[in-house]
Nanobody
Framework: QVQLVESGGGLVQAGGSLRLSCAAS????????MGWYRQAPGKQRELVAR???????NYAGSAKGRFTISRDNAKNTVYLQMNTLKPEDTAVYYC?????????WGQGTQVTVSS
């Protein structure tokens, strides 16, 4: 079993910043990818950014240049620094830990960007 504890969501004005954190614990050997997805009302869940253990990254086009993902492998924690937030970034953000064969999801943290 893997437990994921997310933090850092909230309400921010457009142009502001937030930092999300997700700490993994439990049976966490051999994590491949740690990352963040989001789901806005009425939309499908989508990748925001993810980082491999060996530091390669994938970003959604909407996140490039504004969001930065980082990992602390010693702490099994992944971070998402979100800058220049826009109202369209409003969504529930989910932490994801991928072991290749299976994956785990966090409970989600709400990010709301007001115009």
């Amino acid at each position: 079993q893997v437990q994921l504890v997310e933090s850092g969501g909230g309400l921010v004005q457009a142009g502001g910043s937030l930092r999300l954190s997700c700490a993994a614990s439990g049976s966490i050997a051999s994590i491949n990818w740690m990352g963040w997805y989001r789901q806005a009302p009425g939309k499908q869940r989508e990748l925001v950014a993810r980082m491999h253990t060996f530091a390669s990254t994938n970003y959604a086009g909407s996140a490039k240049g504004r969001f930065t993902i980082s990992r602390d492998n010693a702490k099994n924690t992944v971070y998402l620094q979100m800058n220049t937030l826009k109202p369209e970034d409003t969504a529930v953000y989910y932490c994801n830990v991928n072991f290749g064969v299976f994956e785990y999801w966090g409970q989600g943290t709400q990010v709301t960007v007001s115009s």
